[in-house]
């Protein structure tokens, strides 16, 4: 399913993930200093697709990816990552859609707790989730058991 949209002058669609956009979302998650430490294999993102194919999705704008964003749901708290846009098309109200319409999506799974993971320097993002209804919460520590974050 995918719903054309009309933001502050571009005309676009939310629509799902296909495996045929990985090099275009891999491309634009680097554009915007979100492709680190090889976390975005083509496999992880098959096995994302496999896990909740609906909660992957993509703003395209006359056939090109401008923007994304992967809930997850773990039956308890509903969680957003991956929001991005690229930078020819953000301030024009795609971030905050695309925000939008996941949170939709993992509210009718049950969701009704939401987080979601932003890096400490990332205050154009910041802004966005508080422009959406969330609250920035600076006391919360990450913890992982891998390397390649941060």
């Excluded at 049950?110 to 209804?133: C, E, V, Y």
Aim: proline share 1%; net charge positive.
């Amino acid at each position: 399913m995918s719903k054309d949209l009309t933001l502050l002058g571009v005309k676009g669609k939310i629509r799902g993930f296909k495996i045929e956009d990985y090099q275009e979302i891999v491309s634009l998650w680097k554009k915007v200093g979100l492709a680190e430490k090889g976390e975005n294999t083509k496999e992880d993102l098959i096995e994302q697709q496999k896990v909740a194919k609906d909660l992957f999705l993509v703003y395209e704008v006359d056939g090109k990816i401008a923007g994304t964003v992967i809930g997850g749901w773990d039956g308890w708290r509903a969680w957003i990552y991956r929001i991005a846009v690229a930078p020819e098309y953000q301030r024009k109200g795609i971030g905050s859609k695309l925000i939008l319409e996941i949170t939709k999506r993992l509210s009718s799974k049950g969701g009704k707790r939401f987080r979601a993971l932003i890096m400490s320097h990332n205050d154009p993002s910041k802004s966005m989730f508080q422009k959406t209804g969330f609250k920035l919460h600076e006391k919360i520590v990450l913890a992982t058991k891998d390397d390649l974050c941060c």
